[in-house]
């Protein structure tokens, strides 16, 4: 796996695809640079111990939490599929028909 770089990529994986990637992928396989930059096109930045989002309307929002190596480094493959498989989430309960059938 040479580079990330972009969540589409993550989002369409399935659940076994995903899972597979983590178990080969070293954390040193994805450089500090591309781990942010990866972070920072999607919105989303790191208040320590969560990655949250910057919603439009200029709130943020946890998306994932942070998860560390044996040696207290972020474990950044980990990371970013948690915050893909979050966003995937998000997408489903956004297209959910019963989403905007009931109002308070």
Request: include cysteine; proline fraction near 4%.
């Amino acid at each position: 796996m040479a580079k990330l770089g972009s969540f589409v990529a993550l989002v369409g994986l399935s659940l076994k695809d995903r899972k597979a990637m983590l178990n080969t992928c070293s954390q040193f396989s994805i450089s500090d640079l591309d781990f942010l930059e990866t972070l920072a096109a999607h919105k989303c930045l790191i208040v320590m111990p969560w990655v949250v989002r910057a919603n439009p309307s200029g709130q943020l929002a946890r998306v994932a939490r942070l998860s560390f190596d044996s040696e207290g480094n972020i474990d950044k493959p980990g990371v970013l599929i948690a915050v893909a498989k979050e966003f995937r989430r998000a997408r489903k309960r956004a297209a959910s028909p019963l989403r905007n059938r009931f109002s308070i």
